[in-house]
């Protein structure tokens, strides 16, 4: 069996589930939705740029904070440039699924939602091995909640993942290039009042 009749095969039985469970159903719509694990992960983030202890280590949780939002833009353009290569087809629109959700129309692979949510955990974890794990089940159950209801497959879901790994991983590495930037933008952050 191929890698992509695997993926269809692995969606198929996930995607079987729907429908069948009143209350997970209601569940994975949480998770699926645009809305509940952004939010989540937007306000662990804002908790985390108004942590610490010293002024140091707020300092620390405070570039940790920009470097999510840098690693977030980069899994975004990352995710575009794959799509602008490959195109495939949301899981909908090619066989009969339980839908649980809208109908996106942009390419399935990879996802954008894994994208973003994985790069916020892999900043996370590079800052504090707790938060990155709790980010990183709040990325996986919306990854996994847009299988099941529907919108993705699972292939889509782990190169989103990869390419939000990855994206973190960049920004980590270039911390000092990317240095000056957090200052300033920490140090404008300090003018509004916002540290």
């Known amino acids: 069996m191929s890698a992509m009749g695997l993926d269809v095969t692995l969606f198929n ?8 469970a009143p209350l997970l159903d209601r569940a994975m719509r949480l998770f699926v939705n645009d809305y509940f694990v952004p939010t989540t992960l937007c306000l662990l983030a804002a908790a985390l ?3 610490g202890a010293s002024r140091d280590d707020r300092e620390r949780n405070q570039r940790a904070v ?4 840098l690693a977030i833009l980069l899994a975004n353009v990352v995710v575009k440039l794959c799509n602008l290569v490959y195109f495939r087809p949301r899981p909908f629109s090619v066989q009969e699924v339980n839908l649980l959700y809208y109908r996106p129309s942009d390419s399935s692979l990879p996802s954008n939602a894994a994208a973003v949510g994985f790069a916020f955990a892999g900043v996370g974890w590079q800052r504090d ?4 794990v709790v980010m990183g ?8 909640a847009r299988v099941y209801c529907g919108v993705h497959y699972p292939l ?12 973190a991983w960049v ?13 300033a933008i ?7 009042y916002l540290a």
Do not use: H, Q
Not at 137 to 144: S, Y
Not at 171 to 183: D, H, N, T
Not at 186 to 192: A, C, H, Q
């Open 49 to 51: 740029w108004f942590s």
């Open 66 to 69: 920009v470097a999510m939002v």
């Open 186 to 192: 920490i140090t404008v952050g300090r003018r509004l």
């Open 156 to 167: 889509d879901i782990v190169a989103g993942g990869l390419c939000g790994l990855f994206s």
């Open 13 to 20: 039985l996930i995607n079987g589930f729907a429908t069948g």
């Open 171 to 183: 920004v980590g590495k270039s911390e000092r290039l990317l240095a000056p930037l957090m200052a």
């Open 129 to 132: 091995r707790r938060l990155g």
């Open 137 to 144: 089940i709040l990325a996986g159950l919306f990854g996994f």
